[in-house]
């Protein structure tokens, strides 16, 4: 990364900082106060062997008094500084934090393919506090300790110039250690943030999936993989320590030298002669006390590199283009007309095609049954009607204008989807079914659950329909997770009904219950239905058969076994009877 793109990048950065600017503001003045009061030091130094020399009563009030005023003024410049910067830092953790999570919403499905919840949730947590300890904490030890070693040299110019030039000849030197680790650390900080991603990433895998980890024996497997991807975080910290060990000891050395050398010149009879004792402690005090400000400068230096590689990845995010939604329509209801016009698409330009031009047409109201084997491309198909994904070519329509033309959140409630994969909530039952509807009429979410046949177990339960379902759903089973996702779509009311093997998950007894439930929540409805079980989609307007992205077979139920074709192969495979 060039100067330049690190110069843009903590531009951008301090962006976030600017809304706080009068809490920044306190925290200057603060760090300010405390420069000047510590500087302070040397000049009670000085006063201190003057009036050793020449005591008298004024000196003897005056001194402790200036003592007690340098440090009253120290505390309150440190308070002021701490507490106003830690303000700003917590502000900005929490801006970025909730700019970063909300951009993630709006991302194409494409991006969520491509990267590991893991990794994003690393973005969300260890880099956003990277980032922000490159905006506010080190500007925090720059202000307070840049303006102190302002405030010394100042002070050393003022009592003998032509020492603290000498002094400053060392500062070369420091800036070439510096530009070196600069490099270094960035570098390191980019593979501690990703291994940091893997880490997340190996822990939320294991412990989601903590029950096929158990019924395989593959706990030691996992255990293999985190202490793999941990090591490999823990390598690359210790070179960021070993680096940062070594860069501070030569700089604290190079400034010893110069310190060194500042004694021994001072010292000399020629420059004795032309000052005090007083003031010549006070020269040797304040060119010490700037070894530690120093230090912790070049400490600063790792701070700011870790943060600038956190934010190259962080505001790529942000870049990120968001899903194109060029739409302005705002249609009240759909009537539910579909129409699938040459469709063809694939996940991305290297990868293979898996729709070969598809064309249906869906009349309003109409219940499509979508069967087929694995891969085939059923749940890609309907996938594009809410836009997940954009086809590659061809169009959709739906009352007869293009999706594209609709906005994508008015196009979306007027669609509910049910999927194999059900994903609730942590919260309540009556939240998971009105999910989107924070004020639902409590009525309303019984007459759903009822319609979906899950309000017989959820009276069962503890708390009712105030019930906490814990960590999506595994308080509950199988099929009370799949009626309650069925509730949802049910309590949506959305004339565009998609049911991606919505009764998979259910026991014979369940899928009777669901079958009456969809009939009836069907009813008015444009209903896509994929099925594996092809006895819950007899009753289907139309069935269609699909195989390697192309429809094969269409028809009713009736019809397609009259011609003896795919999907009655599909059916007598099914429903066999064992030899």
Not at 372 to 380: A, I, L, N
Not at 503 to 523: H, N, P
Request: aromatic share 8%; with cysteine; charged share 20%.
């Amino acid at each position: 990364m060039t100067q330049h793109s690190s110069w843009t990048l903590y531009k951008r950065l301090l962006a976030y900082v600017k809304p706080h600017w009068k809490a920044f503001l306190i925290a200057v003045v603060g760090y300010a106060i405390y420069a000047a009061s510590s500087t302070a030091l040397a000049e009670m130094m000085k006063r201190l062997i003057d009036g050793i020399q020449d005591p008298d009563a004024a000196f003897r009030l005056f001194l402790p008094l200036f003592v007690v005023g340098m440090f009253a003024f120290r505390g309150l410049g440190t308070f002021l500084g701490t507490f106003f910067m830690t303000d700003v830092a917590r502000n900005v953790v929490h801006h970025l934090r909730c700019e970063v999570f909300g951009h993630m919403l709006h991302l194409p499905g494409r991006f969520f393919d491509m990267h590991s919840s893991g990794h994003m949730v690393s973005r969300l947590t260890y880099q956003v506090e990277q980032v922000t300890g490159a905006a506010t904490k080190a500007i925090t030890i720059l202000l307070r300790e840049g303006l102190f070693v302002i405030g010394l040299v100042g002070y050393l110019l003022w009592t003998n110039a032509l020492l603290t030039l000498l002094f400053l000849v060392i500062t070369p030197l420091i800036g070439l250690v510096v530009n070196y680790t600069s490099k270094r650390f960035r570098r390191i900080s980019r593979r501690i943030q990703r291994s940091m991603g893997d880490v997340t990433h190996v822990a939320s895998e294991a412990l989601t999936g903590y029950r096929v980890v158990r019924t395989h024996g593959a706990e030691d497997y996992e255990k293999r993989r985190f202490i793999a991807a941990s090591e490999y975080n823990r390598q690359q910290s210790l070179k960021e320590a070993l680096t940062k060990g070594i860069s501070t000891p030569v700089i604290q050395l190079l400034v010893a030298l110069a310190l060194a050398a500042l004694v021994w010149l001072a010292m000399s009879p020629a420059l004795m002669a032309n000052m005090t004792a007083g003031e010549f402690v006070a020269f040797i005090t304040a060119a010490a006390l700037m070894a530690k400000p120093i230090r912790e400068l070049t400490d600063v230096n790792s701070i700011v590199q870790r943060g600038l590689a956190a934010s190259d990845e962080l505001f790529g995010l942000l870049d990120e283009p968001e899903e194109p939604d060029p739409g302005t329509r705002l249609p009240e209801r759909f009537e539910g007309k579909v129409d699938f016009e040459g469709i063809r698409f694939r996940y991305a330009e290297d990868q293979p095609e898996i729709l070969h031009g598809i064309d249906l047409h869906v009349a309003a109201g109409e219940m499509i049954a979508i069967v087929g084997r694995s891969g085939s491309g059923k749940s890609t198909l309907v996938n594009l009607l809410p836009r997940f994904y954009r086809p590659t070519a061809g169009r959709i329509t739906i009352d007869d204008q293009p999706i594209e033309d609709y906005q994508l959140s008015a196009l979306r409630r007027q669609i509910a989807l049910v999927s194999q994969q059900v994903t609730l909530f942590n919260t309540s039952i009556a939240e998971n079914i009105a999910y989107g509807y924070p004020d639902a009429d409590r009525d309303a979410v019984v007459a759903a659950a009822k319609a979906a046949y899950a309000d017989e177990f959820i009276k069962e339960l503890s708390q009712g329909y105030d019930t906490l379902v814990g960590d999506n759903g595994v308080m509950l089973s199988g099929g009370q997770r799949q009626r309650l996702a069925i509730a949802r779509a049910i309590f949506k009311d959305a004339p565009i009904l998609i049911l991606d093997e919505a009764t998979s998950a259910l026991d014979t007894e369940s899928e009777r219950y669901i079958q009456m439930a969809l009939e009836e929540v069907c009813r008015g409805r444009t209903t896509f239905v994929i099925a594996h079980r092809l006895s819950t989609i007899e009753r289907a307007d139309r069935i269609l058969v699909m195989d390697q992205g192309r429809i094969v077979e269409r028809g009713s139920h009736q019809e397609l076994m009259a011609n003896e074709g795919a999907y009655a192969a599909l059916h007598q495979l099914q429903f066999q009877e064992p030899a």
